[in-house]
């Protein structure tokens, strides 16, 4: 009896030795997987991935902004680029919020601030020069494009665009609150204008003087469509737009003096020469010039037909406006009459930035591109 005890004990002894033997593979792989998970799960350093480089010929980018070497530049679906020279290598900054919404417009506010602006009222701020962004206003439910900032003008940002928006801020692009676009009216216009619209039974009375020529809103341009705003050597604010708007400003924005100009077609941008001349341009080849504040303007002969969207003056005083076709036209005259100095091609041009002399950098269709006689390949 006591040998047969002694050889279950042995036997069972054997199975359990046999068991743990046979199960010691499963043990180790969970010990393998614990181990990898908690791995997986520990913090340790980001590894330094090289910056992404960017083909800046694929994009549609809208606008450009230097500040020292820096240049950041704009685009279709929120694409935002940086570069530390002409040529490049270009860029990818990272953006908070993935709109999708296509950007405007761009502008340096100081060495280091930058904000832009663009669709669904869309406004973006860096503050590392344009490196990484944060989205600050957002509003797609009124479908108002922002088209452009300006500033800052005694410490006032605007940013501005469709049906006469205007977003004001007092704190470098921080925060924004909408304004509205005043027309100035003298007492006596003012006078005239209630007294046709209020007393019908007035022998002057007019149903419609309260409707612009197109018959689709008020007059008072606020809500036309705001394409640039400028401030000008004396301090005053001037302002383009649709349907041949342009108006001054004396105090900062409060009202605006609109101006009479024999065109009714959109007005893109505004430019002060050195002898304090304003240019206005716009479709079609449209560009008007005034020696009076504003009073009286000239037509130029711009020998184009192309509509002009940006423009910039050269530290020689001279002038380019680059706009449909790849054009880029050069007024040596303070913009009286202008030339052609760029190759007629299918794709427009937005804005145009001076990097050397015969070197400008253009932004449009085509994207970033490097023009002039004395331009160099890009990296």
């Known amino acids: 009896m006591s040998d047969k005890n002694d050889v279950d004990v042995e036997t069972k ?81 990272d953006v908070d919020q993935d709109r999708g919404s296509n950007l405007t417009r761009v502008l340096f506010v100081d060495d280091n601030t930058v904000v832009a602006v663009g669709h669904d009222s869309w406004i973006l701020r860096s503050t590392d020069r344009g490196e990484s962004w944060r989205e600050v206003l957002f509003n797609p439910e009124r479908a108002e494009p922002l088209l452009g900032i300006a500033g800052p003008f005694d410490g006032e940002l605007l940013a501005y665009g469709a049906f006469g928006q205007i977003q004001v801020s007092h704190d470098a692009g921080e925060t924004w609150t909408r304004s509205e676009l005043v ?33 689709g809103g008020f007059d008072d341009f606020s809500t036309r469509h ?29 009202s605006w003096t609109q101006f009479e100009i024999d065109y009714n077609g959109s007005f893109y941008g505004l430019l002060e020469t050195a002898e304090g001349r304003m240019i206005v341009h716009g479709m079609r080849g449209n560009v008007f010039y005034s020696d009076d504040q504003g009073e009286n303007w000239t037509r130029s002969q711009s020998n184009t037909r192309e509509s002009l969207y940006g423009g910039v003056r050269k530290a020689n005083g001279e002038i380019l406006l680059a706009g449909g076709s790849n054009s880029v036209i050069k007024s040596s005259d303070a913009g009286k009459t202008f030339t052609r100095v760029t190759p007629k091609k299918a794709k427009a041009l937005t804005a145009v930035l001076v990097i050397a002399p015969g070197q400008w950098l253009t932004a449009g269709e085509a994207g970033v591109l490097l023009q002039g006689p004395n331009a160099v390949a890009a990296k």
């Open 13 to 93: 002894t054997h199975e359990a030795e046999g068991s743990w033997l046979s199960g010691w593979p499963a043990m180790l792989l969970s010990v393998a997987i614990v181990g990898a998970a908690i791995y997986s799960f520990s913090p340790r350093p980001k590894p330094d991935y090289p910056k992404t480089e960017v083909h800046v010929q694929d994009l549609l980018v809208t606008d450009l902004a230097q500040r020292g070497s820096r240049i950041v530049a704009v685009g279709e679906q929120g694409t935002i680029l940086y570069a530390d020279e002409a040529t490049g290598p270009w860029s990818q900054a």
């Open 183 to 215: 027309k100035e009216q003298s007492e006596d216009s003012a006078e005239q204008d209630n007294a046709a619209s209020s007393d019908p039974f007035s022998d002057n009375y007019d149903p419609f003087a309260a409707f612009g020529d197109g018959g």
């Open 226 to 254: 705001l394409n640039a705003i400028i401030q000008s050597e004396d301090g005053a604010l001037w302002l383009a737009g649709e349907r041949g708007l342009v108006a001054r400003s004396n105090n900062l924005g409060a």
